[in-house]
């Protein structure tokens, strides 16, 4: 059974921090994946924000994310982390967390990744 859970969202004000929490049962271990996380803000289509690959060394960001988020991961623990600073008020979104077999040691980042979470709710306000 393939489960990807989220947490650590909440209500941040804008300038903050907020540290997201992604814990992974996939039926392989953890390596075997590569991982992203994603956001839907109300009335937008999802995009991806970043993106690690299986072995952590190599990450990719929006444009709009650079600098502010960053993205790793423990394999030994299973889990993925979203570290997110100096918040913004268009950060505000539904995060989801999402994994794909990795192929090669390269992130990925796209719609269609085979396992997602429900997603964890970041409110950021003034």
């Known amino acids: 059974q393939v489960q990807l859970e989220e947490s650590g969202g909440g209500l941040v004000q804008d300038g903050g921090s907020v540290r997201l929490s992604c814990t992974a049962s996939?039926?392989?271990?953890?390596?075997?994946?590569?991982v992203a996380w994603f956001r839907q803000a109300p009335g937008k289509e999802r995009e991806c924000v970043a993106a690690v690959s299986w072995s952590g060394k190599t990450s990719y960001y929006i444009t709009s994310t650079k600098g502010r988020f960053t993205i790793a991961r423990d394999n030994a623990k299973n889990t993925a982390t979203l570290q997110m600073n100096n918040l913004k008020l268009e950060d505000t979104a539904v995060y989801y967390c999402?994994?794909?077999?990795?192929?090669?040691?390269?992130?990925?980042?796209?719609?269609?990744?085979?396992?997602w979470g429900k997603g964890t709710l970041v409110i950021v306000s003034a």
């Open positions: 999402a994994a794909e077999s990795a192929l090669s040691d390269w992130p990925q980042c796209y719609s269609g990744m085979a396992y």
């Open positions: 996939l039926g392989r271990t953890f390596d075997a994946y590569n």
